[in-house]
């Protein structure tokens, strides 16, 4: 038996077939919809994102806020420094060990967020793979981007096609096990049954049309350069953000920290957010659309509370 599968809950099947999910694009409203789900039903929320893993990366994340977590429990934030490293693999292990718990506790879980291959990993698992080779690791790691897209998209054409072309993390992943092994990273995916044990009626999708969605993405990007977003990435520099290749790349710090360095002006810089957070979204919206089974949401369709009404219904 594999570590993962050792530290994985025994209750997993019921663990997901109970559970509450609700994902979507950046800006949708997912965690407002989370709340109003959570005081309604008695849940606890555990987060599926990716970058509120790390302390300090509060305002360009949207972490939930202070008054928020004291309204309702949340789980999977502030788990890690910004210099240290932190891995799918680590986020479903500890995710699902939260989820346990609160399931002990008697109430129910909501996961919600917007970072696809986590929500893959809850379901299916993570893929085992090779071990990390620290010599191709390092050399990877020091390899562009945009190098690193290319090698992978000539030698697992496959694989390239669900990777984010900026997403480095999964990038240098998937070329070392593909140099280790000469197999598709792809062919290390596990337990794809899984999904038929979560309830696609309660595996909710947020959706809003293009320009709502777009207007709604370059409101936040205002809000959150008002609430201090390139004082935050000062403050994450200041302790190692830039040594972090996952953390460094994230969407808005990347433009943030050309900014700082004297690349783009300011105005410049927010409308680079803007747009990369745009298409951002649209990956995300494609994504959810079409990797796992759900019930989409059309959130201009009416008020939360009434929206909440209609999905509770059995």
């Given at each position: ?236 520099i200041d302790s ?49 659309r079409h990797q ?23």
């Open positions: 038996m594999s570590a993962a599968m050792e530290n994985q809950p025994s209750n997993l099947d019921s663990l997901l077939r109970s559970a509450f999910w609700i994902a979507g694009p950046t800006a949708s409203g997912k965690s407002q919809l989370a709340l109003k789900l959570a005081e309604r039903m008695g849940c606890e929320i555990i987060s599926v994102d990716s970058m509120q893993v790390y302390r300090g990366m509060d305002v360009g994340t949207a972490k939930p806020s202070v008054d928020e977590r004291s309204r309702i429990p949340h789980h999977m934030l502030d788990l890690a420094e910004i210099h240290e490293s932190y891995d799918v693999a680590k986020f479903r292990r500890q995710a699902l060990l939260e989820a346990e718990k609160v399931q002990q506790r008697g109430r129910r879980i909501i996961f919600c967020g917007g970072t696809g291959f986590y929500f893959q990993a809850l379901i299916h698992g993570v893929g085992n793979g090779p071990p990390s080779d620290p010599n191709i690791r390092n050399a990877l790691e020091i390899m562009p981007v945009e190098d690193l897209f290319s090698e992978l998209k000539e030698k697992d054409p496959l694989t390239v096609k669900s990777i984010d072309p900026h997403n480095k993390r999964r990038l240098v992943r998937a070329l070392e096990v593909v140099r280790i092994t000469g197999a598709s990273f792809t062919s290390f995916k596990t337990d794809w049954k899984r999904s038929e044990l979560v309830d696609a009626s309660r595996f909710w999708v947020l959706e809003h049309s293009s320009s709502s969605l777009r207007n709604r993405i370059d409101e936040r990007v205002e809000a959150m350069m008002k609430s201090g977003w390139i004082q935050e990435t000062q403050r994450l190692g953000l830039k040594g972090n290749s996952t953390a460094s790349q994230a969407i808005g710090y990347r433009q943030i920290i050309e900014h700082l360095e004297g690349k783009t002006s300011r105005d410049t810089m927010i409308q680079w957010i803007k747009t990369k957070t745009w298409q951002f979204a649209k990956r995300q919206r494609t994504w959810f796992i089974k759900n019930r989409p949401v059309n959130m201009e369709a009416d008020r939360p509370e009434n929206l909440l009404n209609e999905l509770l219904k059995t």
